[in-house]
C-alpha cells in the first residue's frame, strides 16, 4: 500500500509580517495524578496574530487567544488542560514566550464541565528582568504536591538560550528561582542552548536510566519511596556560536535534575538543590560526515528508546544516550538530497520529507517504506513552501506537518501491518520490507558510466572485462539518445550493435541477461501524472504510459516473454528511485498498449507470447475485446446502412472501422480466451465477476454458444456443418475442454442472483429466460458428438495404432537417412486415393506386391507395426534392462539377416 496525500487539517493565518514572521507549532498535555499526557491537540503561536488551539482528531479549532500585532514569539508554546473536580470546571493554561516585551505569557480559559456556559479567559504576564538572552523554551514540570492539586499542580520551567533556567508558579505570580547553573556557565560564554527537552522520571527509568542505575539514584537524592513527588529530567543541547560549521564532537548534552517540590524558603537554596547536576556528555562524530551548518541541525528526543534525534538536509542521526558513552545506532545520509524536515515515528522509522519526495525510511536497513511525491501535497498556494513535521500521534497513526499556511496530517495506520489502536506491537524494520528498497545510492541501477561503479551492479549486468564495460556505455549512451529524439529506427540499430546483430532475426533467441532486457523496457514504458479533479483526493495520479515504440526491439522482447507487467514494474520500479513505485491499478498495462496502438495489434501480440498474464489482467482485456467487437458490430451495420442510402458520409464511416478489423478483434478475443483458461476456474470466476459486467458476461457467454455450435463439437458425422455467422468469430478456433470451462466459469460469475433477476435484452423478453435451456441442449449435443467420436475411435482403433506406427518409422528413418532416401521412402509408404468424394491416405507396408495376402496395400499387417526400416544402434538388455550401443558388426549382422515378416523363402536341395 502507498503512503496516501495528506488530508487538510486547518488554514494556518498568516503572521502580520510575512517576510519575518513566524509560525511556532507545540503540543498540548493533559495532567492527572501529577502525570503528564500528549493530547490530539497542538499550539500554534503565529506572530502578531493570535495562539490558536486545534484538535487534530476530530479538525475544528478548539480556541484562540489574540496578541497584539508588534508581538513575536521566541519559542514553541505550551498548553495544558485538566479537570478540576471540586469546581466542575474544565482549565486550560497556554504558556508563550513572547519578545520584544521580554516576557512569559499565560493564557487561561475556564470552561464549565457542561460546555454550555461560555469560557471565562484571562491572562497573566511574567516580565524577564534578569536575563537579555532569548527564552527557547518553555514547559511544565509536574509537583505531585497533593494540598495545593486543585490550586497549582504544576510549574512551568523557562530556559533562555545563555544557558539559564527559572521555575515559574504556574499562575506566573511567583518565581521559585533564577539560576544558571556551574556547569552551565563554564561554556556559556561560547556556546549557545539551542534544543530542551523535559523526561518524567518514571519514563527516563525505562530507558534513558535503564543501564545507569546510578544516575537514577543520584536524581532521586533523599527520596525513599518512589512514584513519590518523583522528580523530572531535563535535558540541555547546546554547541558552539559564532560559526556556520561545527562538529559532532563539540555538542555537549547537559542532563539535570528537577525536584517536583519545591521547600517552603526557596531562598536558602544552593544550585543542586533548585537543578542537580547529573551528567555531561559530548556527541560522537560520525563517519563520512565530519562538519555540519549550525543553522541546518534540527534537535528531538525519542523518550521510548533515550535517542537523541538529529536530522539535518541530507539525512538523520540516532544518538543513543542510555549507553555509558553516547553511540549511533542507525543513520541514512542522501549526498544528493535537500531535506525540508525529519521527524521520528518509531524506533527504527523516519518520516522526511526531501526534494521530490515524502517517504516514510527504515533507518536500520537504509530503505524506502512508503512514498509519495510532493506535488501531491496541495493546499499550500505559496510553492516554495516546504514540507514541516511537527508531531506524531501513535495510537492515531497520524503525522501532522505544515507546508506554508496549511496544516496537514499523513495517515500512517495503513502503511502498518497492525492497526495503530492495537495494543500489540507494529512490525518495524523487517528485512524482508526493505529488499530492493535500498537507499545507499539514488542512481539508476543500470548507470555505470560513474567514475566508480559498484560491484554488483557489474555482476547483474554480467560485465566482466573493460570492453564489455565500454559497450555497455555506448548503449546506454545510445539508448538515451535515441529516447531522447524519439527515434525509433536508432533505438532498434543500438540494440542490434550492442548484440552484434546484422539483422533483427539475429538477435539472441535463448537466455538473454534479465537485466539488460529490464533497462530496454526503462527507456519504452513511463509513469505519467494525470489531471485530478479534486486536489485532495488520495487516488493515484500515476498512468501507465508508452513513450515510444521501437518495432523490432519490441517484437523481440515479445517473443522472449520479457515484455510482462511484471518486468515492466521492476523497469519502472528501479527507474524511479528513491522513490517507491505506487501500485499499479489492474489493466494498467494492457490499457497503455491499447492507448498507444489503436489497431490492436501490439496488444494481440503480447498476449499471444509466452508469458502468463494474471487472470485480472485478463480480464480486463477480455472486457475490452467484447465490448470493441459488440460495438464495431453495430457500427458496421450502421456503416453499410450509410454507404448504401449516402455517398457523402462514406468516406467519413470507412475511415472509423479503418483502424481495428473485426478479425483482429476477434483474433484478440480468442487469444484472451484460450490464454485465462491457463488459470484455476476459481481465480477466473472472481476475476470476471469483478471486472465484467453481466451484459459483458453474457456477451462472452453468447460468444462461447458460437465457437461451440461452428467448432463441429455439437454436429454428428453425418451432418453438414453450418455456416458460421462471421468466419472470423472463430479464429483461432477453441478447444471443447476450453469452451465448456469458460461457460461454467460465466454461468457462476453471474450467479444465480444474477439469474434470477435477469431483464431482457433488446425487445426480446425471453433471450436470457431461454439461454440456459438452450445451453443444456447444446451441451448435450456435444456430449453426444464425444460418444459418437469415441465410438468411431473404437472402431477404427487398429488403423489409429498401424499410422502411429508408420509416424514413427518415417521419423526414425529421416533422422538417420539423407533427405533424398527420406523423400523417397515417404513416398512409397504413402499414396493418396478418393473415396465417396473423400480424400484418403493409404499406407502401404512397403513389401513388394505379391507377396502378402492384397496385392494394393490395403490390409493391415498382422502386429499392427510398420516395418522397421533399419537396424536401431541401441539395444536393451532383457536381463538388466540397461541400454547398450551396438557395434557396426552386430548392425551389418541384422541387416543381412533381416528378411520381410510375411516373406517366404524356397529352399532348393
Same mark, same amino acid.
Request: hydrophobic share 35%; net charge neutral.
Given at each position: 500500500?502507498?503512503?496516501?496525500?495528506?488530508?487538510?487539517?486547518?488554514?494556518?493565518?498568516?503572521?502580520?509580517?510575512?517576510?519575518?514572521?513566524?509560525?511556532?507549532?507545540?503540543?498540548?498535555?493533559?495532567?492527572?495524578?501529577?502525570?503528564?499526557?500528549?493530547?490530539?491537540?497542538?499550539?500554534?503561536?503565529?506572530?502578531?496574530?493570535?495562539?490558536?488551539?486545534?484538535?487534530?482528531?476530530?479538525?475544528?479549532?478548539?480556541?484562540?487567544?489574540?496578541? =497584539?500585532?508588534?508581538?513575536?514569539?521566541?519559542?514553541?508554546?505550551?498548553?495544558?488542560?485538566?479537570?478540576?473536580?471540586?469546581?466542575?470546571?474544565?482549565?486550560?493554561?497556554?504558556?508563550?514566550?513572547?519578545?520584544?516585551?521580554?516576557?512569559?505569557?499565560?493564557?487561561?480559559?475556564?470552561?464549565?464541565?457542561?460546555?454550555?456556559?461560555?469560557?471565562?479567559?484571562?491572562?497573566?504576564?511574567?516580565?524577564?528582568?534578569?536575563?537579555?538572552?532569548?527564552?527557547?523554551?518553555?514547559?511544565?514540570? =509536574?509537583?505531585?504536591?497533593?494540598?495545593?492539586?486543585?490550586?497549582?499542580?504544576?510549574?512551568?520551567?523557562?530556559?533562555?538560550?545563555?544557558?539559564?533556567?527559572?521555575?515559574?508558579?504556574?499562575?506566573?505570580?511567583?518565581?521559585?528561582?533564577?539560576?544558571?547553573?556551574?556547569?552551565?556557565?563554564?561554556?556559556?560564554?561560547?556556546?549557545?542552548?539551542?534544543?530542551?527537552?523535559?523526561?518524567?522520571?518514571?519514563?527516563?527509568?525505562?530507558?534513558?536510566?535503564?543501564?545507569?542505575?546510578?544516575?537514577?539514584?543520584?536524581?532521586?537524592?533523599?527520596?525513599?519511596?518512589?512514584?513519590?513527588?518523583?522528580?523530572?529530567?531535563?535535558?540541555?543541547?547546546?554547541? =558552539?556560536?559564532?560559526?556556520?560549521?561545527?562538529?559532532?564532537?563539540?555538542?555537549?548534552?547537559?542532563?539535570?535534575?528537577?525536584?517536583?517540590?519545591?521547600?517552603?524558603?526557596?531562598?536558602?537554596?544552593?544550585?543542586?538543590?533548585?537543578?542537580?547536576?547529573?551528567?555531561?556528555?559530548?556527541?560522537?562524530?560520525?563517519?563520512?560526515?565530519?562538519?555540519?551548518?549550525?543553522?541546518?541541525? +534540527?534537535?528531538?528526543?525519542?523518550?521510548?528508546?533515550?535517542?537523541?534525534? &538529529?536530522?539535518?538536509?541530507?539525512?538523520?542521526?540516532?544518538?543513543?544516550?542510555?549507553?555509558?558513552?553516547?553511540?549511533?545506532?542507525?543513520?541514512?545520509?542522501?549526498?544528493?538530497?535537500?531535506?525540508?524536515?525529519?521527524?521520528?515515528?518509531? =524506533?527504527?522509522?523516519?518520516?522526511?520529507?526531501?526534494?521530490?519526495?515524502?517517504?516514510?525510511?527504515?533507518?536500520?536497513?537504509?530503505?524506502?517504506?512508503?512514498?509519495?511525491?510532493?506535488?501531491?501535497?496541495?493546499?499550500?498556494?505559496?510553492?516554495?513552501?516546504?514540507?514541516?513535521?511537527?508531531?506524531?500521534?501513535?495510537?492515531?497513526?497520524?503525522?501532522?506537518?505544515?507546508?506554508?499556511?496549511?496544516?496537514?496530517?499523513?495517515?500512517?495506520?495503513?502503511?502498518?501491518?497492525?492497526?495503530?489502536?492495537?495494543?500489540?506491537?507494529?512490525?518495524?524494520?523487517?528485512?524482508?520490507?526493505?529488499?530492493?528498497?535500498?537507499?545507499?545510492?539514488?542512481?539508476?541501477?543500470?548507470?555505470?558510466?560513474?567514475?566508480?561503479?559498484?560491484?554488483?551492479?557489474?555482476?547483474?549486468?554480467?560485465?566482466?572485462?573493460?570492453?564489455?564495460?565500454?559497450?555497455?556505455?555506448?548503449?546506454?549512451?545510445?539508448?538515451?539518445?535515441?529516447?531522447?529524439?524519439?527515434?525509433?529506427?536508432?533505438?532498434?540499430?543500438?540494440?542490434?550493435?550492442?548484440?552484434?546483430?546484422?539483422?533483427?532475426?539475429?538477435?539472441?533467441?535463448?537466455?538473454?541477461?534479465?537485466?539488460?532486457?529490464?533497462?530496454?523496457?526503462?527507456?519504452?514504458?513511463?509513469?505519467?501524472?494525470?489531471?485530478?479533479?479534486?486536489?485532495?483526493?488520495?487516488?493515484?495520479?500515476?498512468?501507465?504510459?508508452?513513450?515510444?515504440?521501437?518495432?523490432?526491439?519490441?517484437?523481440? &522482447?515479445?517473443?522472449?516473454?520479457?515484455?510482462?507487467?511484471?518486468?515492466?514494474?521492476?523497469?519502472?520500479?528501479?527507474?524511479?528511485?528513491?522513490?517507491?513505485?505506487?501500485?499499479?491499478?489492474?489493466?494498467?498495462?494492457?490499457?497503455?498498449?491499447?492507448?498507444?496502438?489503436?489497431?490492436?495489434?501490439?496488444?494481440?501480440?503480447?498476449?499471444?507470447?509466452?508469458?502468463?498474464?494474471?487472470?485480472?489482467?485478463?480480464?480486463?482485456?477480455?472486457?475490452?475485446?467484447?465490448?470493441?467487437?459488440?460495438?464495431?458490430?453495430?457500427?458496421?451495420?450502421?456503416?453499410?446502412?450509410?454507404?448504401?442510402?449516402?455517398?457523402?458520409?462514406?468516406?467519413?464511416?470507412?475511415?472509423?472501422?479503418?483502424?481495428?478489423?473485426?478479425?483482429?478483434?476477434?483474433?484478440?478475443?480468442?487469444?484472451?480466451?484460450?490464454?485465462?483458461?491457463?488459470?484455476?476456474?476459481?481465480?477466473?470466476?472472481?476475476?470476471?465477476?469483478?471486472?465484467?459486467?453481466?451484459?459483458?458476461?453474457?456477451?462472452?457467454?453468447?460468444?462461447?454458444?458460437?465457437?461451440?455450435?461452428?467448432?463441429?463439437?455439437?454436429?454428428?458425422?453425418?451432418?453438414?456443418?453450418?455456416?458460421?455467422?462471421?468466419?472470423?468469430?472463430?479464429?483461432?478456433?477453441?478447444?471443447?475442454?476450453?469452451?465448456?470451462?469458460?461457460?461454467?466459469?460465466?454461468?457462476?460469475?453471474?450467479?444465480?442472483?444474477?439469474?434470477?433477476?435477469?431483464?431482457?435484452?433488446?425487445?426480446?423478453?425471453?433471450?436470457?429466460?431461454?439461454?440456459?435451456?438452450?445451453?443444456?441442449?447444446?451441451?448435450?449435443?456435444?456430449?453426444?458428438?464425444?460418444?459418437?467420436?469415441?465410438?468411431?475411435?473404437?472402431?477404427?482403433?487398429?488403423?489409429?495404432?498401424?499410422?502411429?506406427?508408420?509416424?514413427?518409422?518415417?521419423?526414425?528413418?529421416?533422422?538417420?537417412?539423407?533427405?533424398?532416401?527420406?523423400?523417397?521412402?515417404?513416398?512409397?509408404?504413402?499414396?493418396?486415393?478418393?473415396?465417396?468424394?473423400?480424400?484418403?491416405?493409404?499406407?502401404?507396408?512397403?513389401?513388394?506386391?505379391?507377396? +502378402?495376402?492384397?496385392?494394393?496395400?490395403?490390409?493391415?499387417?498382422?502386429?499392427?507395426?510398420?516395418?522397421?526400416?533399419?537396424?536401431?544402434?541401441?539395444?536393451?538388455?532383457?536381463?538388466?534392462?540397461?541400454?547398450?550401443?551396438?557395434?557396426?558388426?552386430?548392425?551389418?549382422?541384422?541387416?543381412?539377416?533381416?528378411?520381410?515378416?510375411?516373406?517366404?523363402?524356397?529352399?532348393?536341395?
Amino acid at each position: 500500500m502507498d503512503l496516501q496525500p495528506p488530508s487538510v487539517l486547518a488554514q494556518l493565518p498568516r503572521p502580520l509580517h510575512a517576510s519575518q514572521g513566524k509560525t511556532h507549532i507545540g503540543e498540548v498535555y493533559s495532567l492527572s495524578d501529577s502525570k503528564k499526557r500528549k493530547r490530539y491537540e497542538v499550539a500554534v503561536a503565529v506572530d502578531g496574530e493570535a495562539v490558536n488551539i486545534y484538535n487534530i482528531q476530530t479538525p475544528k479549532l478548539v480556541t484562540s487567544y489574540a496578541v =497584539p500585532p508588534q508581538s513575536s514569539f521566541s519559542c514553541q508554546p505550551c498548553s495544558v488542560r485538566r479537570k478540576i473536580s471540586d469546581k466542575s470546571v474544565v482549565k486550560r493554561q497556554t504558556y508563550v514566550a513572547v519578545n520584544p516585551q521580554k516576557e512569559i505569557k499565560c493564557f487561561v480559559e475556564e470552561t464549565g464541565d457542561n460546555g454550555f456556559s461560555a469560557p471565562a479567559i484571562s491572562s497573566t504576564s511574567f516580565s524577564v528582568k534578569d536575563s537579555s538572552s532569548p527564552t527557547v523554551f518553555v514547559g511544565i514540570v =509536574p509537583t505531585g504536591s497533593e494540598e495545593e492539586e486543585e490550586k497549582s499542580p504544576f510549574d512551568i520551567l523557562a530556559v533562555h538560550q545563555d544557558g539559564r533556567v527559572r521555575r515559574l508558579a504556574a499562575d506566573l505570580g511567583n518565581q521559585r528561582w533564577s539560576l544558571q547553573h556551574s556547569e552551565v556557565a563554564k561554556i556559556s560564554s561560547s556556546y549557545a542552548v539551542q534544543a530542551c527537552f523535559i523526561v518524567e522520571f518514571e519514563d527516563a527509568k525505562k530507558a534513558l536510566f535503564k543501564r545507569r542505575q546510578d544516575l537514577a539514584a543520584l536524581a532521586l537524592g533523599d527520596l525513599v519511596n518512589s512514584n513519590v513527588d518523583e522528580p523530572s529530567v531535563l535535558l540541555l543541547v547546546s554547541y =558552539p556560536t559564532g560559526s556556520n560549521e561545527i562538529k559532532l564532537s563539540d555538542v555537549k548534552v547537559h542532563m539535570f535534575s528537577v525536584p517536583a517540590k519545591m521547600p517552603s524558603q526557596g531562598r536558602s537554596l544552593d544550585e543542586n538543590q533548585k537543578l542537580k547536576h547529573l551528567l555531561t556528555i559530548s556527541i560522537p562524530d560520525i563517519k563520512g560526515q565530519e562538519t555540519f551548518e549550525s543553522s541546518d541541525l +534540527e534537535w528531538d528526543f525519542h523518550t521510548g528508546s533515550a535517542g537523541l534525534n &538529529l536530522s539535518f538536509a541530507k539525512g538523520f542521526v540516532n544518538f543513543d544516550l542510555s549507553q555509558y558513552k553516547p553511540t549511533v545506532t542507525s543513520q541514512f545520509i542522501l549526498e544528493n538530497e535537500g531535506f525540508s524536515s525529519l521527524m521520528r515515528i518509531s =524506533p527504527q522509522s523516519v518520516i522526511g520529507a526531501g526534494n521530490s519526495i515524502v517517504a516514510l525510511f527504515d533507518t536500520q536497513y537504509k530503505s524506502i517504506q512508503r512514498s509519495i511525491a510532493i506535488d501531491d501535497i496541495h493546499g499550500s498556494n505559496d510553492s516554495k513552501a516546504r514540507t514541516k513535521f511537527v508531531s506524531y500521534y501513535a495510537k492515531l497513526g497520524i503525522a501532522v506537518a505544515t507546508k506554508g499556511n496549511t496544516l496537514f496530517a499523513f495517515d500512517l495506520s495503513s502503511s502498518n501491518t497492525l492497526s495503530g489502536s492495537s495494543l500489540k506491537r507494529s512490525r518495524d524494520s523487517l528485512l524482508i520490507d526493505a529488499i530492493g528498497r535500498g537507499i545507499g545510492s539514488s542512481a539508476s541501477h543500470w548507470d555505470v558510466a560513474s567514475k566508480k561503479p559498484r560491484t554488483d551492479q557489474l555482476s547483474s549486468l554480467g560485465l566482466t572485462s573493460k570492453e564489455q564495460i565500454s559497450r555497455w556505455k555506448k548503449l546506454a549512451a545510445d539508448l538515451r539518445a535515441a529516447s531522447k529524439s524519439q527515434n525509433s529506427d536508432a533505438f532498434d540499430s543500438a540494440v542490434q550493435t550492442y548484440f552484434n546483430a546484422s539483422n533483427p532475426d539475429t538477435l539472441p533467441k535463448g537466455h538473454v541477461n534479465s537485466e539488460v532486457t529490464l533497462f530496454l523496457l526503462s527507456f519504452i514504458f513511463a509513469l505519467k501524472d494525470t489531471e485530478r479533479k479534486d486536489q485532495l483526493s488520495a487516488s493515484s495520479s500515476s498512468q501507465l504510459v508508452i513513450d515510444f515504440w521501437p518495432e523490432r526491439t519490441c517484437q523481440w &522482447l515479445i517473443e522472449l516473454g520479457h515484455l510482462s507487467l511484471n518486468s515492466v514494474e521492476i523497469a519502472l520500479r528501479r527507474t524511479l528511485k528513491p522513490r517507491i513505485l505506487p501500485a499499479l491499478a489492474t489493466g494498467s498495462f494492457v490499457q497503455a498498449l491499447i492507448d498507444a496502438d489503436s489497431t490492436l495489434k501490439r496488444l494481440i501480440d503480447v498476449v499471444q507470447s509466452p508469458v502468463i498474464f494474471s487472470s485480472d489482467e485478463l480480464a480486463y482485456a477480455l472486457k475490452f475485446f467484447l465490448n470493441m467487437a459488440r460495438s464495431r458490430s453495430a457500427t458496421l451495420e450502421e456503416t453499410t446502412h450509410a454507404i448504401t442510402s449516402s455517398e457523402e458520409n462514406s468516406v467519413d464511416a470507412v475511415a472509423q472501422i479503418s483502424e481495428a478489423t473485426l478479425q483482429d478483434i476477434f483474433r484478440g478475443l480468442n487469444t484472451t480466451l484460450r490464454k485465462i483458461h491457463i488459470h484455476p476456474l476459481p481465480a477466473i470466476t472472481t476475476s470476471i465477476r469483478s471486472t465484467l459486467s453481466r451484459t459483458e458476461i453474457i456477451a462472452m457467454t453468447h460468444h462461447l454458444r458460437l465457437s461451440l455450435a461452428t467448432g463441429g463439437y455439437a454436429s454428428r458425422f453425418t451432418e453438414n456443418p453450418p455456416t458460421p455467422i462471421c468466419p472470423d468469430q472463430t479464429t483461432p478456433s477453441l478447444t471443447l475442454n476450453t469452451i465448456t470451462d469458460l461457460l461454467n466459469v460465466s454461468i457462476d460469475a453471474v450467479g444465480p442472483s444474477g439469474w434470477i433477476s435477469a431483464t431482457a435484452l433488446d425487445d426480446t423478453p425471453t433471450r436470457e429466460m431461454d439461454l440456459i435451456a438452450d445451453m443444456k441442449s447444446e451441451i448435450s449435443a456435444a456430449l453426444a458428438g464425444v460418444e459418437e467420436a469415441s465410438y468411431l475411435k473404437g472402431v477404427l482403433r487398429e488403423y489409429l495404432r498401424y499410422t502411429d506406427s508408420v509416424a514413427k518409422s518415417a521419423k526414425s528413418a529421416a533422422t538417420t537417412q539423407k533427405p533424398k532416401d527420406s523423400d523417397e521412402q515417404t513416398s512409397t509408404l504413402v499414396r493418396l486415393e478418393k473415396l465417396n468424394g473423400a480424400d484418403l491416405m493409404v499406407f502401404r507396408s512397403g513389401e513388394e506386391e505379391g507377396f +502378402e495376402g492384397d496385392a494394393s496395400g490395403k490390409m493391415l499387417p498382422l502386429s499392427l507395426k510398420a516395418v522397421s526400416t533399419d537396424v536401431s544402434k541401441k539395444k536393451v538388455k532383457k536381463s538388466t534392462g540397461e541400454i547398450k550401443t551396438r557395434s557396426n558388426r552386430e548392425i551389418g549382422y541384422l541387416r543381412r539377416k533381416a528378411v520381410g515378416k510375411y516373406s517366404f523363402e524356397r529352399l532348393v536341395v
